[in-house]
T-cell receptor
């Protein structure tokens, strides 16, 4: 079956703009998590959605938001972009929430803010 | 909040040699997972450890969960060029999200 699909693959924006990233989880997976990856910071947790509700949130400013639709697809939005938002944004899906659920990652969206 | 640290941050290994990367959590974990990210790729799940003192092997990779369930290690024997990448551990405590360590980037010298 198809893996986690993230679009777009690459994105270039300028400071002050906003951006929306999309993630389609593996069919049947209901939990979607978002991570920001930068070269020296590892994987920083942004948020987790399950059944269209945000279940967990990381330590990111309110400019970062997300949502999940009834078909489990998820979008992430970043408003008023800053240079420091340049990163690889990874989406991961899992079958359900709970202990021991392994994550399946998409290829990510590489965002460059100029 | 829960913190997961990995050492070393970088590991330069001669092909054929062994090495170990370590993962330490600030809190007791319910389980720990390991992921591998190849250069230019995305993290891929390798294994999950749940029990105190658990040891699991995947070919040349040996994963161990500490007795106190606060640390873990990944040992690779006879390193090959295919082992290049970044290895992440991710710890989960009851009710909490999965927290990733900073990763160990492995470079192999042929």
């Amino acid at each position: 079956k198809a893996g986690v699909t993230q679009t777009p693959r690459y994105l270039i924006k300028t400071r002050g703009q906003q951006v929306t990233l999309s993630c389609s989880p593996i069919s049947g997976h209901r939990s979607v998590s978002w991570y920001q990856q930068t070269p020296g910071q590892g994987l920083q947790f942004l948020f987790e959605y399950f059944s269209e509700t945000q279940r967990n949130k990381g330590n990111f400013p309110g400019r970062f938001s997300g949502r999940q639709f009834s078909n489990s697809r998820s979008e992430m939005n970043v408003s008023t972009l800053e240079l420091g938002d340049s990163a690889l944004y990874l989406c991961a899906s899992s079958l359900k929430r709970g202990l021991g659920e392994k994550l399946f990652f998409g290829s990510g969206t590489q965002l460059s803010v100029l | 909040g829960q913190q997961v640290m990995q050492i070393p941050q970088y590991q330069h290994v001669q092909e054929g040699e062994d090495f170990t990367t370590y993962c330490n959590s600030s809190t007791t974990l319910s389980n720990i997972q390991w992921y591998k990210q190849r250069p230019g790729g995305h993290p891929v799940f390798l294994i999950q450890l749940v029990k105190s003192g658990e040891v699991k092997k995947q070919k040349r990779l040996t994963f161990q969960f500490g007795e106190a369930k606060k640390n873990s290690s990944l040992h690779i024997t006879a390193t090959q060029t295919t082992d290049v990448g970044t290895y992440f551990c991710a710890g989960q405590a009851a009710g909490n999200k999965l927290t990733f360590g900073g990763g160990t980037r492995v470079l192999v010298k042929p």
